[in-house]
């Protein structure tokens, strides 16, 4: 299974941007998906995933109101809307894939088996 997560770039703060992830080898459907991001000197954190078909989304809390996480199964991707980005959403993001089929949505990275390459999201004040 190989993500291939998109969509970054340098914006405003305020701005907006749409991160994308494909996957091949394997069907995003029916596994659950999340995206995480780490900033220089920090650890990676949680943004947002979602349930194995889609009906729930988490966020976290500094996220939330602002990123959208959605899929499209017909097109085998995942993405996180990102709205209103400040300086402290500066980071890369990685999109992520649980390994068992109908597992549950997990905001802990090590539950997650397969990674993309990150996709660098930087917000300018």
């Known amino acids: 299974v190989q993500l291939q997560a998109s969509g970054g770039g340098l914006v405003q703060a305020g701005g907006s941007l749409r991160l994308s992830c494909a996957a091949s080898?394997?069907?995003?459907?029916?596994?659950?998906v999340g995206w995480f991001r780490q900033a220089p000197g920090k650890e990676r954190e949680f943004v947002a995933t979602d349930t194995w078909s889609g009906s729930s989304t988490y966020y976290a809390d500094s996220v939330k109101g602002r990123f959208t996480i959605s899929r499209d199964n017909a097109k085998n991707t995942v993405y996180l809307r990102m709205n209103s980005l400040k300086p402290e959403d500066t980071a890369v993001y990685y999109c992520?894939?649980?390994?068992?089929?109908?597992?549950?949505?997990?905001?802990?990275?090590?539950?997650?088996?397969?990674w993309g390459q990150g996709t660098q999201v930087t917000v300018s004040s």
């Open positions: 992520a894939a649980r390994n068992s089929r109908y597992s549950s949505a997990s905001v802990h990275a090590y539950e997650y088996a397969y």
């Open positions: 080898g394997r069907t995003f459907s029916n596994y659950p």
